[in-house]
């Protein structure tokens, strides 16, 4: 019996300790986490519930949802590992007993250190019993007991892989809850070539995946080159667990034209012509380490309908001011995009730009026009538009700040009466 009792009271190596104090550094300072993603696996806790706990915060960090208490606790109860008598109160308890994450390295050391310890058992007793039930030749078992060892020194073995069918339905299912979150209305998947340009076996894949997405999501499929998609897949692979971030900077428009005025009576004209329209924003978006930055382009051609009352002359100026509307089309546009990963810049690439609907506006504005004749002008019209809503998803400051300032220039022609 004692003997026995000895035996029982045995327990395979680990440090609850150090569990508790990553799990609490964790839950305490969401930005260790990506560390400490980086060295353990779920395999690598001892106690049960200290794994089930560590493999809710590797899901969710894994969807970049946002990780603490409450929400580690809601994700718990969804898949099925909560419990209503001991969850909360022990998550409460992870965070009280660790005051830092400082250490969380150190704690991790210890973890992964148990965790070898036991993987060396495992293998230990499982090449004891093949000695013993002489389970092949000493060349076999050597060989066996050799892939064993190295299994443990890579940290994974073949039999821990997980099946791709394990991993799609949830997949699946986080990708359904996105669309709906941020309305999504389309999809782009990746679309590889070959070198000579032909179609490859990837890009039949990536054809039965659209399919596939199209049949559950009811949305449209497109097929991008992959280079785009590439950049884009490791932004947020690298940015998993960071803050996000979006800056977009629109320059004040700038408007030339030509227009052609005809006069009503001595200080009231009716006037229409053709406008350009240069719209440029800066663009920046993902975190410091990992982020693109560029430049959007977009080029308006558009014509307008003002009514232009002169207040005053004096010499060659006419001081006047002007109502009316515009109707603009987008007639091209480009976005230079620089990629950097973990601060290196890694892909800069180009895009062009497309919107289709009409863009209409009301304007107002005061302008002073130099008269080269009697018949010909240069104007400058400092003015304020309001630009109606048009439905494109194209950010522009049209769409940001529908109400702004502008500046108009360009040459007028004026007939009718003086």
């Given at each position: ?25 964790m ?5 260790c ?77 210890i973890?992964r ?5 036991r ?6 007793g ?62 782009v998947?990746?679309h ?50 960071k ?13 030339t034209?030509l ?12 006037e229409?012509g ?21 430049k ?21 100026l ?11 089309k ?24 497309r919107?289709?609907?009409l ?22 019209e400092p ?12 950010e ?7 109400c702004?300032?502008?500046l ?11």
């Amino acid at each position: 019996m004692p003997a026995d009792n000895e035996l029982l009271s045995r327990q395979m190596p680990h440090s609850l300790e150090a569990e508790q104090a990553a799990l609490g550094s964790m839950l305490i300072d969401a930005d260790c986490i990506k560390d400490v993603m980086d060295k353990l696996q779920p395999e690598d806790f001892y106690v049960q519930q200290n794994r089930e706990i560590f493999e809710t915060i590797y899901t969710m960090f894994s969807y970049s949802k946002p990780i603490d208490g409450v929400t580690v606790a809601e994700e718990m109860q969804k898949n099925g590992t909560y419990n209503e008598q001991t969850t909360r109160s022990y998550l409460v308890q992870l965070m009280e007993i660790t005051p830092t994450s400082a250490n969380v390295m150190e704690y991790v050391k210890i973890i992964r250190d148990k965790s070898l310890l036991r993987a060396l058992a495992k293998a230990a007793g499982e090449i004891t019993a093949m000695v013993q039930e002489g389970l092949g030749e000493a060349r076999d078992i050597l060989e066996a007991s050799e892939q064993k060892v190295y299994a443990i020194r890579r940290g994974r073995s073949a039999q821990e892989l997980v099946p791709i069918s394990q991993l799609i339905v949830p997949f699946l299912d986080r990708l359904g809850e996105l669309i709906e979150e941020h309305a999504v209305t389309e999809i782009v998947l990746g679309h590889p070539k070959n070198m000579d340009g032909t179609l490859g076996e990837r890009s039949e894949k990536a054809r039965a995946l659209a399919d596939i997405l199209r049949e559950r999501f009811g949305l449209p499929v497109k097929l991008w080159d992959e280079r785009r998609t590439t950049i884009d897949a490791h932004q947020i692979l690298f940015n998993q667990g960071k803050d996000m971030e979006r800056e977009i900077k629109h320059h004040l428009p700038v408007r030339t034209g030509l227009a052609f005025s005809y006069r009503v009576n001595e200080r009231l004209s009716l006037e229409s012509g053709m406008t350009y329209t240069n719209l440029t924003s800066d663009i920046r978006y993902g975190s410091d380490e990992h982020y693109f930055s560029g430049k959007q382009m977009l080029h308006y051609v558009g014509i307008p309908l003002n009514l232009r009352y002169k207040l005053l002359s004096w010499k060659r100026l006419d001081l006047y001011a002007s109502a009316g509307v515009l109707g603009e089309k987008c007639v091209s546009g480009k976005i230079e995009r620089d990629y950097v990963l973990d601060n290196h810049s890694a892909e800069t690439e180009k895009e062009d730009v497309r919107e289709k609907p009409l863009q209409w506006s009301v304007n107002a504005s005061a302008g002073l026009q130099l008269n080269v004749s009697s018949a010909i002008g240069l104007y400058a019209e400092p003015g304020v538009s309001y630009y109606i809503d048009n439905g494109s998803s194209v950010e522009n400051i049209y769409k940001d700040k529908p109400c702004n300032f502008n500046l108009n220039v360009g040459v007028r022609f004026t007939f009718g009466k003086k």
